[in-house]
């Protein structure tokens, strides 16, 4: 089902013989990552660093996209004004965010369109967290609050990425993040103080589903992850996904408190030594399910979103149309 298209190893480049001045080009960038410099679009770059990022940042743009669908569903049915309106803002700074990350994907040299196409064939990767049903109203407070949770803290030390078009459009991403996630905290913190017993036990419930695989999203074990050692070495990410993962559960661990809401790990536990919290095995049987294909909404997700775009196809006409016709009356003029 994905076989990551874009996906190329060193092997495919140790292949290639380079030339004196490429190997002084490469020393250079070397130098450059190592000093910590940003790397601009019109910069030299190895092949296989380019082909890394854009596999990441499409992954990232896609994800956005598609995180759409599982709120999304939950417009017509939020139970206030206020909370529709909110809702609204999310699930278009989402769209947003995958337009940012499309347009920094595009200065790489691959375009929009040949990476929606590689989404839309089942060939490209977008996050495992998407492939999960939204049940309940609870279902949208708490992928605000754990979901979005994840988001930041992965994507904070991204906006230091060593490449400067993906870390610039992190800053802003970041930005909106922060309030996605309050926002989903909040809804969950009214539900849990002023609701009904019917109402608490509908947040303790979606809790229960989203744990775990909030906790996933990190993506595998660090001696389980192929990517991580070239994505550090390069700057392309700052910080490993176990310690990520880990400082994403101290911090909600402490959250949950003040929700009054109980995690669904009977092992998550202080430890005052690691002065970290311990917490149960994750199920990376599910996690590769869901990445290869085979989560509980991966077909319809995907089923969705290219019924949207083929059914947005008249959108996209009349506005080539237009900017056709406005550049035809500037000429003109
Ligand atoms: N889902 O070697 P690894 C958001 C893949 S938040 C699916 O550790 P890497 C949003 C990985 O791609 C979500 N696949 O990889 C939030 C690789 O496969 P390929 C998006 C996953 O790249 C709220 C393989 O597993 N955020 O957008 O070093 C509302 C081995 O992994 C996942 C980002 O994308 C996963 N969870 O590290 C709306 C942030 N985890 O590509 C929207 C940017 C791993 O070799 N991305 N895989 O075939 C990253 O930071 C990194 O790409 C990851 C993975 C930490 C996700």
């Given at each position: 089902m994905y076989t990551q298209a874009m996906d190329t190893g060193p092997k495919e480049e140790r292949k290639v013989v380079r030339s004196a001045e490429e190997a002084e080009l490469e020393r250079r960038f070397d130098a450059k990552i190592d000093a910590g410099d940003f790397i601009e679009a019109k910069d030299w770059m190895p092949e296989h660093y380019r082909k890394t990022l854009l596999r990441q940042i499409s992954q990232h743009a896609h994800s956005e996209i598609v995180g759409m669908l599982p709120e999304g569903n939950w417009i017509t049915r939020a139970p206030t004004l206020k909370r529709k309106a909110i809702l609204l803002a999310k699930v278009q700074d989402e769209g947003g965010h995958g337009l940012y990350l499309y347009a920094a994907a595009e200065t790489l040299g691959t375009s929009r369109d040949q990476m929606v196409d590689a989404l839309h064939a089942g060939k490209a990767k977008y996050s495992s967290i998407f492939n999960y049903p939204t049940l309940t109203w609870a279902d949208i407070g708490t992928i605000g609050w754990l979901v979005d949770g994840a988001a930041i803290m992965n994507q904070v030390p991204i906006c230091r990425c060593s490449y400067a078009p993906y870390a610039r459009a992190m800053i802003r991403i970041c930005r909106e993040e922060s309030f996605h996630q309050r926002q989903g905290f909040d809804s969950l913190l009214v539900m849990m103080r002023e609701g009904t017993p019917e109402q608490k036990a509908m947040v303790q419930d979606a809790v229960n589903r989203w744990w775990w695989p909030s906790i996933m999203m990190f993506g595998p074990p660090d001696d389980q992850s192929p990517n991580s050692a070239q994505g550090m070495r390069w700057g392309?990410?700052?910080?490993?996904n176990d310690t990520l993962r880990q400082k994403f559960i101290d911090a909600t661990a402490e959250q949950a408190k003040v929700l009054g809401v109980t995690l669904p790990d009977p092992l998550l536990k202080w430890n005052d030594e690691r002065q970290h919290h311990d917490f149960g095995p994750i199920d990376w049987a599910e996690f590769w399910r869901v990445v290869g294909g085979d989560g509980p909404c991966n077909r319809d997700r995907l089923a969705t979103r290219v019924r949207a775009w083929d059914e947005g196809a008249w959108v996209r006409e009349a506005a080539l149309a237009h900017a056709r016709k406005q550049a035809t009356k500037k000429e003109a003029a």
């Open positions: 392309i990410k700052r910080i490993s």
